[in-house]
């Protein structure tokens, strides 16, 4: 089972909403991942190994370094856009 972390800079509004449109592409693909929600202050003491979170924020991230693969979204509500990087994410 992957814990996967949905985050954005204060943990309201879009990253709730992209963590309830993870969550049903998740369930509706049976996918292995177990999901959990935070602004960015989470994530230094996250210990799963996948990041969720929007596009600019993902390219922010992916400069510091982290263990977890970091996915970006572009656009929240696009369950085949998030459907696609889970399964990339799960295939690697």
Do not use: W
């Amino acid at each position: 089972m992957h814990k996967a972390l949905v985050a954005c800079r204060a943990g309201v509004g879009s990253s709730l909403m992209l963590k309830i449109k993870v969550n049903e592409v998740i369930k509706e693909n049976n996918y292995p991942i177990e999901v959990e929600h935070s602004s960015l202050d989470g994530v230094p003491g996250f210990s799963g190994d996948l990041l969720i979170t929007l596009t600019d924020v993902a390219q922010e991230l992916e400069q510091k370094n982290l263990p977890q693969t970091i996915i970006g979204i572009t656009n929240i509500v696009d369950k085949k856009e998030i459907q696609e990087k889970l399964a990339a994410f799960l295939n690697a």
